[in-house]
């Protein structure tokens, strides 16, 4: 009795592996290549992150990547490799930006109030250093040791006095001492550091954009207590501070005395001027909780309130405006060339459809050209943009143009799906065409068309484009800085993010979660006209 042969796996002749083999094989190359860039883009963004002292997106970081090595590491969380990169990218983009401007609308964040309250004391200390008559100048290079960090910093100064023959180089970086340089040979021109092994030196240009950062950096002079490196154009001297920071008051002294107490200043702690209490010394404070003051500022000063009712009562205008007149307009054309009689109307729907594919900002950029006296080709003189009510009127047509093509083509699938026998039944009852219009057709069209209005409304509540393009939200009111004529909820906040007269981050994020939450309403407002639509249907 003979044993029963083994059971083998026949190798193909060509030698390649069977499918299934090579699938896995594949798999397992792009999930290692998976994980490892995300590893590496892990560990090149850690130190930055360390460095700049993001600590909410650090632990975002870190969260991500281990989530993705738990999940795509083993085969235990199928569901979750489908789940993951969308749950990922909707905190990242949406919650997380969210949860940021509620946190800053409790802040005084804004232009004299970014940093911390230790950098708002050195940069006073700093801008206070002045030159003495026994001052000396330097021959000035400013090098940072990343490419990229012209921008940002750190700065390093190398210096060359201007006095000396022998070009004895020396440097300091910022809150550091001044010290003689003893590093590789650098090169030097005309008495100014050129170049230096491990450093690049900023151009001219580049340093004129950054001067506001360079001239904060901070380089003590050894074995002096108030001297310091003081920044001024493309050279530098030796100078003292006028100004001392008295920490177990936590005040200034100028040298002659002068007193800069730390008190309350608007909604933000600062060092006062003594010439004006109700200012702060150099407009300068720092970042600092401020409570409910953003949102108590919008209920009690008269003058804000105002103009955010008056903003939001313009909007909802603005908003239910466009709807309404493009979806007129779009119905009605929608209707007329839905009749059998019109001849061409493939044509003429093409030509309708027209000012659709042009891109929004052209058309708004085009139209802020006609409403201008001095660029419109018609030759009128009428000045659009500098009347409000006439401001106004320029943004509906605009918003015509642009939105009844769509509404066009929305009225023109509706009207399609209705049945001719609808009609016929009409008009044997004796009921006008007019009549049928308005109240069979309509209603009908209603059913499908409505929640598209609803959407519509909802976009144009929050439509930034067809203001900051058309007008920049002009013409200015009086009394009324922040607000234009035809400023809208969004655009407002844009101006008091980013005003000429200052960006005012703290109270535009108090304002946007205002507009974020009658953004909610208005949501749910849709819901429920949508569920109403869909119980007609």
Partial sequence: MSDAPAETTATPSNGTLPRERNTGTLGLIGKVILLGAVLALAVYALPLLIEYELWMWLAVMIAA?????????????????????????????????????????????????????????DSIIVSSVQQTPDSKWYHMSVAVEDGDAA??????????????????????LDDSELAQWSGESPTIIDHTVTAVPGYQILTRAEINSNMARIQEVWIRIPGTED?????????????????????????????????????????????????????????RSWLQNVGLRNYTKLLTDSNIRGQFLGAFSWTLVFALGSVALTFIVGFFLALTLNDERIKGKKLWRSFLLLPYAVPGMISLLIWSGFFNPQTNPFGWSIDWLADPTLAKIAVFIAQLWMGFPYMFIVCTGALQSIPADVKEAASIDGSSGLSTTFRIILPLLLVSVAPLLVASFAFNFNNFNAIQLLTQGGPVLEGQFTRGGTDILISMIYKRAFGGSGADFGFAASLSVLLFILTGVLAAFQFRITKKLEDMA
């Fill in 65 to 121: 990547t281990v989530g993705i090595f738990i999940i795509y590491s083993t085969k235990r969380f199928i569901p979750g490799k489908y789940l993951f990169p969308g749950t990922l990218l909707l905190s990242v983009f949406l919650v997380i930006p969210v949860v940021l401007t509620v946190g800053y609308s409790f802040t005084n964040f804004g232009d004299g109030s970014r940093g911390s309250k230790q950098e708002t004391i």
């Fill in 151 to 172: 921008e940002r910093g750190p700065y390093t100064l190398f210096l060359i006095a201007e006095s000396d023959d022998s070009d004895t180089v020396m440097f300091g």
């Fill in 227 to 283: 001297a310091s490196i003081k920044v001024q154009g493309f050279r530098a001297f030796e100078g003292r501070a006028t100004m001392d920071y008295d920490s177990e008051n936590d005040r200034f002294v100028r040298n002659d005395g002068t007193v800069y107490p730390l008190q309350l200043v608007g909604d933000s702690y600062c060092y006062s001027d003594p010439t004006d209490s109700s200012q702060c010394y150099q407009g």
